[in-house]
């Protein structure tokens, strides 16, 4: 008998083997992984091998602005499309993917038509143009800073060879055709409408195009004396000469172009006599704002001598408190339109056409006035202000409001609260312009079984769920027209002519397909360096004078027109479209296909939409974190609970750290990534993917990374119990595992098919919910901590084993598909270590295919098993881990446990001795019935085994073994395999 001495038994056990690192030091790693991740032919190869498939769907992309940084937004939105891709591909779909950018910055910094005259000066032309070649620069080199940007995500596709500009000629001429289309609906017209203005930019802009900020401004509370009754009205009271109308204003620069006050209809107005001084005053207000005036104004008697209906003061005149020799008219216009503020109003408002939406409303419908600008493009004011002409409006404000202080025609004044819009792009404050635009007429509204439609193709984030969409969806039902032109120099132009003899307007077939050649000839430059007679080449003449004499429209397409027309619809019925998009675009995208030809249509080619927040725009850093948790952690009890107290207050102050700097986002997108690597910013995106609120800060980042750490630790797991195992030799079939195999199997389908359904649904975070919760809550804190005796101890062959190693392989694959579109970096450096048929396979990740089984593993008998000795192992690991904590034990492995339990339990534990007693990592196991049931540590007197580490008193007696116990020997002489 050949006597066993040694003391190490390590070369004979199956321990874990070195594989991928705990620490995955990401920042450093990823550069090498880039690179094979970014290899188009490994894309190309994956799409050869779906080529059957019937599933083919193609990303629906907003286009995203070339700038000089790329908005955080837009990468949070770019890694949930590339999961979306990464996920579809490796499901063995088809999908396409291509990044359409404007280019609308090459119009930002040239100045408008309105300011160059362009119609009639070649210089400007010259300049506009040269300028604008060096804007095309400058983009480029934009552009390529964002797709390298983009790349450095780990993007499955390199978008350097797919991408498309919208100022391509093919994209340029298919607006110029919808333009075409839209016209012959008769559905735009060029008419004065009122626009948001920036007097940077030059330019009107749309709602994405606007910033809200809430701010505090003074309103006032103006008096307009009355110099005519037409209907005698106030004839009984001996028409007092001081009677005046008590109007409210926020603006009061529009007094100066102001014509009109207007009072609202169905509401009454009260004459109110006052004594002021020894002297008798007269006022007008609303009824219902009598009381409340009187009060501010600490009016204690006062008479209300008559109430009269709003439309029986219209007739009135009063005089311009700035110029006695203007008369005010009164109008009536919707209560809404003048109660705005129903608590800061006296009923009666100033109106000016050019000052508001809401004054434009009341001029256009009920006011006799005409309908003009207040102010150019610039924000002064025009000739008709007289000595306020050509001064910023705001000025003019300040001017004004000190002449009625001095003159006594300010009766008080207030702070209220209300909205300004700026301009995103200069954040300057917007004013509001009346100018002669194109704009398009809504052909339908969306109906109640659209919005259906619409809410059932949709995943919306978990807060809002579907209130805000539905509030969105009534707020574009409700807007009936939209501009789509504007006045920059250089731009996609309007294609349209006018006859110089009769003013007619043309616009046909024959002008857009002439255009069109001549866009895909010579660009769009060539509309500003050529005559209509060179453009049209002879070949259109008005249809209604014949004369050939035309000149071009000044005006061009607005970045609205231009991303409805891209949205078109395409005709290859083959692909399904998903739609992943932030709020801003999306309800951009919905607006677009609200004015289309047929909303229907264009809903109907979304198959699937996801709507996520935009990040906001500042993050918080947190500065010498890491020697701040270093110092906070020196002293650090032993005493697990106090450990925890511990770690609360740290994380506490982590995050008051976190809150002392600000970075913008685009630079904390860059941060991250070097700091903490890619994958923990695309495991950020998707965990955040639903929220309600979205925000980049390192606090989030730190708890994201410690989720990580948890997927990496499990997937290290998995890869170093795995190195013996070949798939297409040990593998056991389901069927033949035993039953603790079998039961996380069974759990781990169903994980699966929820995942599955949960990524064909968009619902990222329920992805990332799933997973970390597999990966933690099942696998690190169950299974592998009940299956270390039979991977290390038990023989490399055993069955035992095998069946183990069998679900962990199927579990590993699992996780390798649902992982890979998150975490490319981290998967390209575990799947080097994972089995591979052939070349091929271990070269390309993208090509791993995991049928999977889309139905779940009846596990009912191995459950009420295994459900019920978890239960008994954290019972009883409670107890374990207190004597830890009061030093009785060094770990479990030094525990002898007694357990006192009823009669039952005890007959159970009996029938599953091995697989409780070897679960809890224990040394010995003692039963014993009792009434009350409890648990009783002990630490074990026996000596260390070297081969399992369990101690016994045993040790030694099989004298073929020296230093292990009598299970070791057992094990080393071919039993407890099956």
């Known amino acids: 008998m050949k006597i066993k001495g040694d003391k190490d038994y390590s070369d004979i056990m199956n321990l874990p083997k070195n594989t991928i690192p705990t620490d995955g030091n990401l920042p450093k790693r990823q550069e090498y992984f880039l690179e094979k991740i970014q290899d188009e032919a490994r894309y190309r190869q994956a799409l050869e091998k ?16 070339v700038d000089n940084v790329l908005d955080t937004t837009v990468v949070l939105n770019k890694i949930l499309k590339d999961i979306f891709v990464r996920f579809q591909i490796m499901s063995g779909n088809i999908v396409d993917d291509k990044i359409i950018f404007s280019d609308s910055g090459l119009e930002d910094n040239i100045k408008s038509a309105e300011e160059k005259d362009i119609g009639n000066n070649k210089a400007d032309i010259q300049s506009g143009l040269k300028e604008r070649q060096e804007a095309k620069k400058r983009l480029a080199d934009k552009l390529r800073r964002q797709l390298v940007e983009i790349n450095n995500l780990g993007t499955v596709i390199n978008y350097t060879r797919h991408y498309k500009l919208m100022s391509d000629s093919e994209n340029e001429n298919k607006i110029i055709t919808n333009f075409l289309h839209l016209y012959k ?52 009271y001996g028409n007092p000469q001081n009677l005046y109308f008590i109007a409210t204003t926020i603006a009061p620069w529009t007094m100066t172009v102001s014509e009109n006050i207007a009072l609202a209809e169905d509401t009454k107005y009260s004459l109110v006599q006052v004594f002021e001084n020894g002297a008798k005053k007269f006022f007008v207000l609303a009824s219902d704002k009598v009381e409340e005036f009187m009060q501010y104004n600490f009016y204690i ?3 209300v001598l008559e109430e009269f209906e709003a439309i029986k003061l219209k007739r009135i005149l009063c005089s311009n408190p700035l110029n006695y020799t203007k008369t005010v008219k009164v109008t009536i216009a919707p209560r809404e339109y003048i109660y705005v503020d129903e608590k800061n109003t006296s009923g009666i408002r100033i109106v000016s056409s050019g000052a508001t939406y809401l004054d434009y409303l009341i001029f256009k419908d009920f006011a006799m006035g005409n309908i003009r600008s207040a102010l150019d493009e610039n924000g002064k004011t025009n000739p008709i202000a007289l000595v306020y002409n050509n001064t910023y409006y705001k000025e003019v404000g300040e001017k004004i409001v000190k002449f009625l202080q001095d003159n006594n025609f300010i009766y008080y004044s207030n702070n209220v609260k209300t909205t300004i819009q700026k301009c995103k792009t200069c954040q300057e404050e917007l004013i509001y312009r009346i100018i002669p635009e194109w704009y398009l007429m809504k052909e339908n509204k969306i109906s109640e079984e659209n919005f259906d439609n619409i809410l059932s193709r949709i995943t919306a984030n978990e807060k809002y769920k579907k209130e805000e969409l539905v509030a969105q969806i009534k707020k574009i039902n409700q807007q009936e027209k939209v501009v789509v032109s504007n006045n920059k120099c250089i731009g996609l132009p309007i294609p349209v002519f006018y006859c110089a003899q009769c003013n007619e307007l043309i616009v046909s077939d024959m002008t857009n397909e002439l255009i069109g050649n001549l866009f895909k000839e010579k660009g769009i430059e060539a509309w500003y360096k050529e005559s209509p007679e060179q453009i049209l080449k002879g070949q259109v003449i008005c249809p209604k004078c014949r004369c050939t004499f035309l000149f071009k429209d000044s005006g061009n397409l607005n970045e609205f027109f231009k991303y409805m027309s891209m949205d078109m619809i395409d005709e290859d019925e083959n692909y399904k479209d998903i739609a992943i998009e932030s709020k801003t675009s999306f309800y951009r995208k919905l607006k677009g296909f609200s004015f289309a030809s047929s909303f229907d249509e264009q809903m109907n080619t979304i198959y699937k939409a996801m709507i996520h927040s935009d990040v906001e725009e500042n993050m918080q850093l947190a500065e010498n974190k890491e020697k701040f948790l270093e110092s906070n952690t020196e002293n650090k009890t032993k005493n697990k609970d106090k450990n925890k107290n511990k770690k609360k207050e740290i994380d506490k102050k982590v995050a008051n750290v976190v809150e002392e700097k600000e970075m913008k986002s685009e630079e904390a997108v860059k941060t991250i990534a070097s700091k903490y690597g890619t994958d923990i910013l695309r495991l950020w995106a998707i965990s955040k993917s639903n929220e309600n609120t979205i925000k980049l800060n390192e606090h989030y980042i730190i708890n994201t990374n410690k989720a990580y750490k948890t997927i990496r630790k499990t997937f290290k797991f998995l890869l170093s119990n795995l190195t ?21 199997y069974g759990i781990a389908m169903k994980f699966n098919i929820q995942i599955y359904n949960a990524y ?5 975070k329920k992805v990332y919910e799933l997973l970390t919760k597999l990966c933690k809550s099942e696998l690190s804190a169950k299974y592998f901590d009940v299956i270390k005796y039979r991977l290390y101890v038990l023989k490399k062959d055993s069955k035992k084993r095998r069946s183990t190693q069998s679900t962990m392989y199927d579990i590993l694959m699992y996780l390798v598909m649902f992982f890979e579109p998150i975490l490319p970096f ?42 019920r000795i978890f239960k008994l192992i954290t019972w009883i690991k409670k107890s374990i881990n207190k004597a830890k904590n009061d030093k009785i034990i060094k770990n479990s492995l030094e525990a002898f446990i007694t357990l006192n339990v009823k009669q039952e339990t005890k007959e159970f534990i009996e029938a599953n001795f091995d697989d409780v007693y070897l679960s809890l990592n224990i040394s010995e196991l003692n039963l ?29 007696r099989d004298l073929k073994y020296r230093y292990i116990c009598p299970r070791c020997a057992e094990v080393m002489e071919g039993q407890h395999d099956n």
């Not at 779906?50 to 602005?65: A, E, G």
């Not at 994972?834 to 779940?856: G, M, P, T, V, Y």
């Open 826 to 867: 981290t998967l390209e450096e575990v799947w080097q270590y994972i089995w591979h048929k052939d070349a091929s396979d271990e070269k390309n990740i993208l090509i791993c295919r995991q049928k999977l089984i889309k139905e779940e593993i009846d596990i009912t008998k191995e459950a009420e098993k295994w459900d």
């Open 50 to 65: 779906n080529k059957l498939s019937s599933n083919r769907y193609r990303i629906d992309n907003s286009p995203i602005k």
């Open 301 to 303: 008697k006062y008479v």
């Open 185 to 236: 609906q008769g559905r735009l017209h060029r008419k004065l409408i009122p626009v948001h203005w920036c007097i940077k930019c030059k330019s009107p802009l749309e709602q994405n195009e606007m910033t809200h900020e809430d701010i505090k401004v003074k309103n006032y509370y103006i008096l307009y004396k009355i110099i005519r009754d037409r209907n005698d009205l106030f004839e009984k």
């Open 760 to 764: 064909n649904n968009l619902e990222f």
């Open 724 to 744: 013996d195992f070949n798939p297409l030799k040990d593998y056991v079939n389901v069927l033949d595992r035993k039953d603790i195999d079998s039961y996380f």
């Open 928 to 956: 014993v019935e009792a009434e009350e049931e409890s648990v009783e540590v002990a630490k074990h007197e026996g000596v260390q085994c070297a081969m399992c580490h369990q101690y016994s008193i045993y040790i030694g």
